[in-house]
């Protein structure tokens, strides 16, 4: 009987230790109270001249927490760069924490922080666009801009495409009435809706009567435009030192100055532009003078290699740190139009001397860049023969947004 006894209490003490141990695994309480923490989103986008100060002090969120936002992003992207219209989102939980911060930093990378066991941890974010390619033709009339269509976009793949072809051909100057223009370029969409353009990837363009070829192609981790034969398009000099302008008086042993009323030698191009219009360098060089000179007004003097130097006078200010001895590359702002000095207007007057002597820039003929090598000349030509048949596929105008061809940039 006193066996029983014993057996019977060991058995009613495994059974409660095994009770208690169940109910310790499984805490349904603890595990409910966890799933059921509530999060709040703010989302927006940046105002003019707002900070991220003013928005956590209208939302009420902790200013301390701004400042380990702050640290944590240093290394990465500066908190304290904003920009109006970028969007942001900030995930926040009950007790008001931030959990979460998301900024757009520009059109391809995404700042995202998020809280760990230890803090923040910043990270950039590639934005992983939907990439088709388009195909886009059209027909000049009056200028590129207006014969591509409206709307920021479009501006700047004219931009692109006008950047492309530089150096052999002037989208102010030589323009004419009934030039056509096929482009085959990558358009990037988020979500199924269109949010830019990306690089063309092969242009045609037809200019008085001759045609323009660009391919886009790497090789040797570069990346360039190059022409049918592999050339590349890029020269020594672009062909003008600003985009869209006129030129108000050519090269000219002898010109009517309009202040001084006589004849001399006008031994340079002088572009009409809008006051503050930005000047680049058309080629890399080392500047030997960026001051005020007389009739030249405020003036940045460039010397480049085998004996070229480049003249930009009458400027209204100069670029950031241009000054003698520095450095700068082809289409770096070297300063920006303006009517210092000798001018009646605002305009830039622009001069080429080669081995000391001034020559008109307009029929300059400059050598282009370096060549596709042998070695990648085969890839090239496929290349080149998949993007002549999409060219030939399009008959202008064919206006950009009017979806006539549209596939994946796979195919």
């Keep these: 009987m006193r066996k029983v006894f014993i057996i019977l209490v060991f058995l009613a003490t495994a059974f409660l230790t095994i009770k208690s141990n169940f109910n310790i695994i499984n805490e349904p309480e603890e595990v409910e109270s966890t799933k059921s923490k509530e999060y709040r989103e703010i989302t927006g986008n940046i105002k003019k001249g707002e900070t991220l100060f003013d928005i956590f002090k209208r939302y009420g969120l902790d200013i301390g927490e701004l400042f380990e936002l702050r640290e944590a992003s240093a290394d990465v992207h500066r908190l304290r760069k904003l920009y109006p219209g970028r969007p942001y989102k900030i995930i926040i939980d009950s007790n008001n924490q931030i959990n979460f911060f998301e900024y757009w930093i520009d059109d391809d990378f995404i700042l995202n ?216 590359k082809q289409g770096q702002i070297i300063g920006y139009v303006g009517a210092t000095g000798l001018a009646t207007g605002s305009h830039l007057d622009y001069r080429i001397k080669v081995n000391n002597r001034f020559v008109n820039p307009l029929t300059l003929k400059l050598p282009r860049g370096r060549s596709i090598p042998k070695t990648s000349m085969a890839e090239f030509r496929n290349f080149k023969n998949q993007m002549d048949r999409r060219l030939a596929s399009i008959a202008p105008p064919v206006l950009a947004f009017e979806k006539k061809e549209m596939v994946s940039v796979s195919n």
């Design 113 to 328: 922080i998020t809280r760990t066991g230890s803090g923040f941890c910043a990270e950039k974010v590639t934005i992983e666009y939907d990439r088709r390619i388009q195909h886009i033709g059209g027909v000049i009339k009056d200028n590129l801009i207006s014969s591509v269509s409206e709307g920021r976009e479009n501006l700047m793949l004219a931009l692109q495409l006008s950047d492309i072809f530089a150096w052999d051909i002037d989208f102010t100057t030589d323009l004419r009435n009934g030039d056509t223009f096929k482009i085959v370029v990558e358009v990037l969409y988020l979500d199924g809706e269109f949010k830019k353009y990306g690089d063309i990837l092969s242009a045609e363009f037809l200019n008085n009567g001759e045609i323009y070829y660009a391919y886009r192609f790497e090789h040797d981790g570069k990346t360039d435009y190059y022409d049918t034969e592999g050339k590349s398009l890029r020269r020594t000099f672009l062909k003008a030192p600003l985009s869209f302008r006129r030129i108000s008086s050519g090269f000219s042993q002898k010109r009517f100055h309009p202040i001084l009323k006589i004849y001399r030698p006008h031994l340079g191009v002088d572009y009409a532009a809008p006051s503050g219009m930005p000047v680049s360098a058309v080629g890399d060089g080392i500047v030997i003078f960026a001051g005020y000179k007389g009739q030249n007004g405020n003036i940045v003097i460039i010397k480049h290699p085998n004996g070229y130097k480049t003249y930009y006078g009458h400027l209204s200010k100069f670029g950031n740190s241009i000054k003698s001895n520095i450095k700068v």
